[in-house]
């Protein structure tokens, strides 16, 4: 490495028309002032993080000393006129909302990623990808006024379908039943859903299209169909960077704001139907917070924000845990 | 090495320039921008003897559509631009106590005890109204009549059909559906729901103990939509949906809008006159800090949910602030009238604004 670069700096000195010395005195400090420009940048971006969080747990101090955190996480009393709040409802509501959109978007996103690496022509590939990553420019907003005046409406119309014939399985019927108004839980899921997939999508693609042909080409040789391929070959081979792009777009979905609030009809009663409306974290700080008129109500406020945090890191930790012992399988079994 | 390259590149074209005689486009080039400069000073300083005359105010945003009509108009007149942020009451009320704005304006009173304890004083802006509307398919706009304890059952969850014997006794001549309702109200804090709820509050007791009044209450039941336009569009498309919105809004949106039984027990369609026999039978000067609440008062044709207004401002700001926030509001309350009704705000009685005007002296010993 040391020995090429002499070399390009050899050629390069003519070109430069200065003095050998001088040149060697600019790229020092050069150097060394990029060096700690890189320091202090890693470094900011962690104190901003650290900054956040210790900003936000003052601020939901007032809420932690009335309500302490057990009581508040299991509370799924929310109720700004007696001023009593738990969390439990909107931390369930985020949850879920985010599950629906992964069991639907991380297939969905793998049948893409297998497509535009493996299975489409050549001159379909940029098409299609393009198209899906457009999906990822389009403003959160759009989706929820979206959800709310073009899907709702449509899903609305489908609703008794399925509150007719899966609300009448037993077990999981009872996540299907009620009223047929199109938005709520499931749709929030389903909008969320389509908002993560190109994220996790394009993660999928790049890695699939990264892997090294020999292995692809030998498998093919040895008889194996496409789907042998993706299932045995490709989807080992990517596993960890592909887990990192579904957490990232979970990361969205539990994060995500204004196009949940739009579609998943804002309320704070628990139901064990999806078709019924709910509430997550982010939602309720977007409902609520230009209007809460107390300490109390908004240091609560707040504390919802803690606990969102609080759920992020816990996801992105089991991701990591995930990812370590997927490795070590991997290393006993070969 | 990049860099290098690219420092190469730069200097071997800046030799060129040189050599190529382009000295003088660099010369006009500085002259240029030292002009730009000088205009652009020029500009921040004379924006800066334009800020001595704007007004701050930051509140409700029910209120935003009169201050801005009458801001315009009182720029127009007087060259004193009014700046008002419609951010919501609660950020109203905690901008005026932080002293950021010169007033804050805010959809429910605040008590005279927190005013006291925090220096401030309030006084009512304009009156206004909001009804229910609902999506039944073959019942026009104002056919359907509904009173004050019925709708609290509705939003209680205890009245759950159309068909319901509770409705069917006031709306005699109307074939009613055998259909859900379903409930919508706002999902964001907002003084129309405060005003609401402070309706229901009066008049079922069950209503008062369970949910209460504020700006967002823990709803028994129904779906949320944000702002008047979320649950206007909730209504519009859920078959027997019924909601409540702001009168504006209903003119606006042409959604079928109910009758309401009122105090007296009369019928009424809401109408501005309705909000404003709300504030003629409240004897203003008699309440502390005007701290009165416009919803289920007598009179026969009374609209039994109005609403009102408060801006806020600090004792403690200097004389020469309030006394322009004064100047405003006495300038709207006066030559405002005309711009209110245009956009459905009831103004303010004349004995109203004269009690307005002596609370000013007594609290703060100054007045126009």
Partial sequence: MNG?????????????????SSSRFWHLPGDFLFHQAAVLAAFLAAAALFATVIAIAYDSRISIEAFGIWKFLKSSEWNPVTQTFGAFPFIIG???????????????????????????????????????????????????????????????QMEPW????????????????????????????????????????????????????????????????????????????????????????????LGETMAVTFVIGNSNVLSASLLMPSATIPSVLANEFTEATTPLYLSSLIY??????????????????????LGRREGTAT | MRVCLWRAARSAQRNQEQGSGKTNTSYSGRLRRSVALAIALALILSAGAFASATLTGAGSTWVYPLVAKWSVAYEAQTGIEV????????????QIKAGTVAFG?????????????????????????????????????????????LVADIYLGKIKKWSDPAIAKLNSGVKLPDTYI??????????????????????SAEWKEKVGANTSVAWPTGVGGKGNEGVASYVQRIPG??????????????????????????????SLKGFQDASAHVDWTQARDFYVILTDHSGPETWPISGCTWQILRKSAPKETNLNVMKFFDWGFEHGQDMAKSISFGPLPPSTVKAIKSYWKSELGYSL
Wanted: proline letters at 7%.
């Fill in chain 1, 94 to 156: 985020t949850l879920v909302s985010s599950a629906i959109a992964m069991i639907l978007a991380v297939p969905i996103s793998f049948g893409v990623a297998v497509f535009i690496s493996e299975i489409a022509p050549v001159w379909i590939k940029k098409p299609v990808a393009g198209a899906i990553e457009l999906l990822a420019a389009i403003p959160s907003i759009v989706y929820g006024l979206w959800g709310l005046l073009v899907f709702a409406p449509v899903f609305g």
């Fill in chain 2, 182 to 203: 379903t409930v919508v109200h706002r999902s964001d804090g907002s003084g129309t729901t405060f005003t609401f709820c402070d309706y229901l509050s009066k008049v």
């Fill in chain 2, 241 to 270: 949906a019924i909601g409540y919105v702001e009168y504006a809004y209903i003119l606006e949106s042409h959604l079928a809008d109910a009758r309401m039984i009122n105090a007296d027990g009369k019928v009424v369609s809401p």
């Fill in chain 2, 83 to 94: 700046n008002y942020q419609s951010i919501g009451s609660g950020g109203g009320i905690a």
């Fill in chain 1, 162 to 253: 399925v509150s007719h014939y899966l609300g009448a399985i037993p077990g999981i019927g009872l996540l299907f039943q009620g009223p047929p108004v199109g938005i709520g839980m499931l749709t929030a899921g389903i909008v969320l859903a389509i908002m993560i997939l190109p994220y996790i999508s394009s993660i999928m693609r790049d890695v699939f299209i990264a892997v090294p042909a020999p292995l692809r080409e030998s498998s093919y040789a040895m008889g194996a169909t496409t789907w042998e391929v993706a299932w045995q070959i490709i989807l080992p081979y990517t596993r960890s960077a592909v887990i990192g792009g579904v957490f990232l777009g979970l990361g969205r979905a």
């Fill in chain 2, 105 to 149: 304006a805010s959809d429910m009173p605040l008590k005279p005890e927190d005013l006291q304890s925090a220096g401030l004083i309030q006084f009512p802006t304009a009156v206004a109204g909001e009804d229910l509307v609902y999506n039944l398919p073959g019942i026009k706009a104002e056919q359907l009549v509904l009173s004050g304890p």
């Fill in chain 1, 4 to 20: 090429s670069d002499a070399a390009v700096r050899v050629d390069m000195r003519p070109m430069s028309g200065q003095p050998k």
């Fill in chain 1, 304 to 325: 919802l924000g803690l606990i969102l945090i609080a759920v992020t890191l816990v996801v992105r930790f089991l991701a990591v845990l995930l990812i370590r012992r």
